[in-house]
């Protein structure tokens, strides 16, 4: 039901055997962590007005999936739970696409995530996603937050050198941890823009 310029679109969802399958658009581009390793392997820094672009239309894409209404104009409240740049796509004409709605919940499903089930990239949670506790549409802003500081800065936010590697000890960091500023790592950072990140 998600038919928007900056979500990918998917055409056919279905079983063979016990495998599930989604059939999807073809987005001829690269995601952002790819995009994002490509400036660090050079040493460089993304120019934040394309780091900008990239999320505004993130932001997008989430505006509209996040307003979803069914059928009866109901409300779907969706939350896609696992924005990450690993979920992002840039196709080499420009289009920004998020893809993997298939952990999305929706409040009106009736097969519900049990309590205390964790989904989603552990980097990319917000505090509540990462207790397990319930999670609305501001869940996916924070997760969005994150992918935005970290292809401002051109580094990790949570994964680094040093840090936790055990599970449980990265999701109590990501409740725990104070967040830097992105102005710390780039002097060009427009005060405005570290606010929002902050």
């Known amino acids: 039901q998600l038919n928007h310029s900056n979500i990918c679109q998917i055409y056919e969802l279905g079983k063979i055997f016990n ?33 900008c672009f990239i999320m505004s239309k993130v932001c997008e ?29 840039v196709s080499y ?18 097969q519900q995530t049990h309590a205390g089930v964790i989904k989603g990239k552990f980097y990319y949670m917000s505090p509540e996603q990462a207790g397990a506790d319930n999670v609305d549409q501001r869940s996916d ?28 000890a990265i999701l109590h960091e990501i409740r725990t941890r104070p967040i830097p500023r992105v102005r710390e790592f780039r002097s060009d950072c427009p005060k405005e823009l570290d606010e929002i990140t902050a």
């Open 19 to 51: 495998s599930h399958y989604i059939v999807m658009e073809y987005i001829h581009g690269k995601d952002l962590l790819q995009i994002n390793n490509y400036f660090k392997r050079r040493g460089l820094q993304m120019p934040l007005e394309m780091a």
């Open 61 to 89: 894409g989430l505006d509209y999936a996040h307003r979803k209404r069914d059928h009866n104009f109901q409300e779907l409240h969706l939350v896609h739970r696992d924005i990450s740049p690993q979920n992002v796509l």
């Open 93 to 110: 004409s420009g289009e920004v696409k998020i893809i993997d709605f298939g952990i999305a919940k929706v409040s009106t499903r009736l």
């Open 141 to 168: 802003l924070f997760s969005l937050g994150i992918c935005l500081w970290e292809t401002a800065c051109g580094r990790s936010l949570f994964r680094r050198e040093g840090g936790p590697s055990n599970p449980l």
